[in-house]
């Protein structure tokens, strides 16, 4: 009787889920390194998924004992290690990878790593249709950048798992084209009264002799018209006193 072996790397068939991850050490050398470990990948898509949304898919890994053992190299983060999961995505506009992460238990520096946590990986296609998803890589330490193992998937033979995509439950919102209205404080009006005084350029004032009596125009006449004035009444007085005189004599005559 022959019993086949189930091997890593997915071999095409839908009910291979197991795949052949090639871990590395990124820095550093340890004698059980290279390896190849065979971890069990489940993922569960979501029932339902919209365009523009977040659709959470859940991933399970089980490492199997038909590979390399995934061991805690010396120098291994042993405070809140995580492994980190990459998903890859494609159809429906979804991003080419996604990622989510999950604290390692129970791990120590030499010793195997036997239980991995369940990681959300949260793909968000943009139109709809059909998003297909296969196992990516894996990283374990404190940073998905700079990891203390690394382990790579093939690229091929790889089950896929797949969900649809429908239209998006949020409608947009409606642009407003009525102009706004603009409110503005009535401003106080400051009434303001202006008196406007013209000045006659020529302007003849009337000015009163000292000593004498107001003669109206004659104060403006000056010294030599007041002169003219005394000669006139001097005259007058002269004739009047000439007259009597002329008229007494007639008299006597």
């Known amino acids: 009787m022959t019993i086949p072996i189930q091997t890593g790397g997915g071999g095409g068939d839908t009910d291979d889920d197991v795949v052949a991850y090639n871990c590395t050490l990124p820095s550093g050398t340890d004698a059980d390194y290279p390896a190849t470990v065979d971890i069990k990948v489940v993922m569960t898509p979501p029932t339902s998924a919209s365009a523009n949304a977040d659709a959470s898919i859940s991933w399970t890994g089980t490492i199997q004992s038909t590979g390399d053992p995934l061991k805690a190299p010396t120098g291994f983060p042993t405070t809140s290690p995580k492994m980190f999961v990459t998903v890859k995505a494609s ?11 999950g604290t390692l238990t129970n ?25 297909s998803l ?32 429908g239209n998006s439950t949020t409608s947009p919102s409606p642009t407003n084209t009525s102009p706004t209205p603009t409110t503005t404080s009535p401003r106080p009006t400051t009434t303001r009264t202006a008196t406007l005084t013209v000045t006659p350029t020529n302007t003849r004032k009337s ?18 018209g007041r002169l003219f004035i ?14 009597l005189v002329m008229r007494r004599r007639s008299v006597k005559g």
């Open 107 to 131: 791990v120590t520096a030499g010793s195997n790593i036997t239980t991995l946590p369940n990681v959300t990986v949260k793909v968000k296609p943009t139109t709809t249709g059909t998003v």
């Open 91 to 101: 159809g429906a506009g979804a991003p080419a990878t996604a990622t989510g992460e």
């Open 134 to 165: 296969t196992a990516g890589d894996l990283a374990f330490g404190t940073s998905s950048t700079s990891p203390a193992i690394k382990c790579t998937a093939p690229t091929t033979g790889l089950k896929a798992y797949t969900f649809t995509v």
């Open 207 to 224: 000015q009163t002799p000292k000593a004498g009596a107001d003669t109206g125009a004659g104060g403006t006449m000056g010294p030599d």
């Open 230 to 243: 005394l000669t006139g009444t001097g005259l007058v007085a002269a004739a009047a006193i000439g007259g």
